[in-house]
């Protein structure tokens, strides 16, 4: 475990689980200081805690 995840978790921030992927695809590309994310949907224990229409 990382400094960062620690000092999280010291925090009362723990991450989650990193979802599997649902296609195939990448799911991040690193362009210097960016991150640029694809497919990632907000999953709590597997499932998506809203849904609707945005808008």
Avoid: C, D, W
């Avoid at 960062?4 to 690193?30: D, F, N, Q």
Wanted: proline share 11%.
């Amino acid at each position: 475990m990382g400094i960062i995840e620690t000092r999280l978790i010291e925090l009362g921030h723990p991450l989650p689980e990193v979802a599997k992927p649902v296609a195939a695809y990448i799911p991040s590309v690193v362009t210097g200081n960016l991150v640029f994310t694809s497919g990632q949907l907000p999953f709590v224990a597997g499932a998506l805690p809203a849904a609707g229409k945005v808008g």
